[in-house]
């Protein structure tokens, strides 16, 4: 049901230009079998010209239903559905903890390494519609820690967030939200639910149609819990 859903309202303008036509040609052919009932004479073919007016209206009629169907399912029913159910992933779960860490070599190689624009994997990150703010690459992180930033596109869907031990991936959702949001908190997630070590934090950003734009990402380092 939810692909049919999802067909009429992708090609919305496409099924009314295909209604329109057919119902020129059922308006015509309501037309000419009238005019035939209405001008004959004898008794049968009075009555052969009744029932093809009727086939004829009943098109009409049919046809009619179509309309309002496709008016009912892509202007009300689609826009009041949450649009992660046009998405075919599974359900967000909040907080879920990664199964691996890098090991203790690879972290100190990354911790060695200068941070550049390119090793903070940011390329996906847009100002003013998809960015992280807070935190920044390479930031410690320990306790609650807050995820600011801003998501804000035509046809909005949602996002949320995810995180993967570097070198994996093994993304898991920690945080997803339905609002257009601006320069101001995203959500929340505990550090707690990590493992210490180094990770990838990444913005997801789903439009209502279901496509997701590539993720902002950055790196960041969990040290643990507060003493």
Same mark, same amino acid.
């Given at each position: 049901?939810l692909a049919i859903y999802k067909f009429l309202s992708i090609y919305e303008g496409l099924i009314y230009f295909?209604?329109? !036509?057919?119902?020129?040609f059922f308006a015509r052919w309501l037309w000419r079998t009238w005019t035939a009932w209405r001008g004959a004479?004898?008794?049968? &073919?009075?009555?052969?010209?009744?029932? @093809?007016?009727? @086939?004829? %209206?009943?098109?009409?009629? +049919?046809? =009619?239903?179509?309309? %309002? /169907?496709? !008016?009912?399912?892509?202007?009300?029913?689609?826009?009041?559905?949450?649009?992660?159910?046009?998405?075919?992933? $599974?359900?967000?779960?909040?907080?879920?903890?990664?199964? /691996?860490?890098?090991?203790?070599?690879?972290?100190?190689?990354?911790?060695?390494?200068?941070?550049?624009?390119?090793?903070? +994997?940011?390329?996906?990150? !847009? $100002?003013?519609?998809?960015?992280? &703010?807070?935190?920044?690459? /390479?930031?410690? %992180?320990?306790?609650? =820690?807050?995820?600011?930033?801003?998501?804000? !596109?035509?046809?909005?869907? +949602?996002?949320?967030?995810?995180?993967? $031990?570097?070198?994996?991936?093994?993304?898991?959702?920690?945080?997803?939200?339905? *609002?257009?949001?601006?320069?101001?908190?995203?959500?929340?997630?505990?550090?707690?639910?990590?493992?210490?070590?180094?990770?990838?934090?990444?913005?997801?950003?789903? *439009?209502? %149609?279901?496509?997701?734009?590539?993720?902002?990402? =950055?790196?960041?380092?969990?040290?643990?819990?507060?003493?």
């Amino acid at each position: 049901m939810l692909a049919i859903y999802k067909f009429l309202s992708i090609y919305e303008g496409l099924i009314y230009f295909v209604l329109i !036509i057919s119902g020129i040609f059922f308006a015509r052919w309501l037309w000419r079998t009238w005019t035939a009932w209405r001008g004959a004479i004898y008794g049968l &073919e009075r009555q052969i010209s009744q029932k @093809r007016f009727a @086939r004829a %209206l009943a098109a009409n009629v +049919f046809l =009619v239903a179509l309309v %309002l /169907g496709e !008016i009912i399912i892509a202007s009300f029913i689609v826009p009041s559905m949450p649009p992660s159910a046009f998405i075919a992933t $599974p359900t967000v779960d909040l907080l879920v903890t990664p199964t /691996g860490t890098i090991s203790a070599e690879m972290a100190a190689t990354i911790a060695a390494r200068p941070t550049t624009q390119a090793e903070n +994997f940011s390329d996906g990150c !847009i $100002p003013g519609e998809l960015i992280v &703010e807070s935190p920044v690459p /390479g930031q410690e %992180l320990q306790g609650i =820690v807050d995820l600011v930033g801003t998501v804000d !596109i035509p046809k909005f869907g +949602f996002y949320k967030f995810e995180v993967s $031990p570097v070198g994996e991936e093994n993304w898991s959702t920690i945080y997803a939200g339905r *609002d257009v949001i601006r320069d101001d908190i995203l959500g929340r997630f505990d550090t707690a639910e990590l493992t210490p070590g180094d990770y990838l934090l990444r913005l997801v950003l789903t *439009d209502n %149609l279901g496509e997701a734009l590539p993720p902002c990402v =950055v790196q960041i380092r969990v040290i643990g819990q507060i003493e």
